[in-house]
């Protein structure tokens, strides 16, 4: 085994470690301040406040699948076939998720 390839996995883990810490830094920093900007109504059920949530969260996801999930070195059909059906699930599931969020607490 070859040392400067050790050294890559763990200089890649590292990269993605930081990557998260600042995206959870970011999405903590949010839920604690509670900018008045972002907690305005759009699209007729939610806030701009639970989109950025919803797109850093899946941001998270994504890097969390592909380093430790070891998909970034996988063939594209292989990761296409992960990615496709939540790619289609997530998005149907938020919407429902908001959608009846906001009818039974009437926000």
Request: hydrophobic share 55%; charged share 15%; aromatic share 14%.
């Amino acid at each position: 085994m070859s040392d400067n390839h050790a050294h890559g996995g763990v200089r890649r883990l590292i990269i993605v470690f930081f990557i998260l810490l600042v995206v959870t830094a970011v999405e903590v920093g949010l839920g604690i301040v509670k900018p008045a900007f972002l907690m305005g109504e759009v699209f007729g059920f939610t806030s701009w406040l639970n989109i950025i949530f919803i797109v850093l969260t899946l941001f998270k996801a994504y890097f969390i699948v592909e380093a430790f999930m070891h998909l970034e070195g996988e063939k594209k059909s292989l990761r296409l076939t992960i990615y496709l059906p939540i790619l289609i699930l997530i998005p149907y599931l938020t919407f429902i998720l908001l959608t009846e969020g906001s009818y039974l607490y009437g926000a």
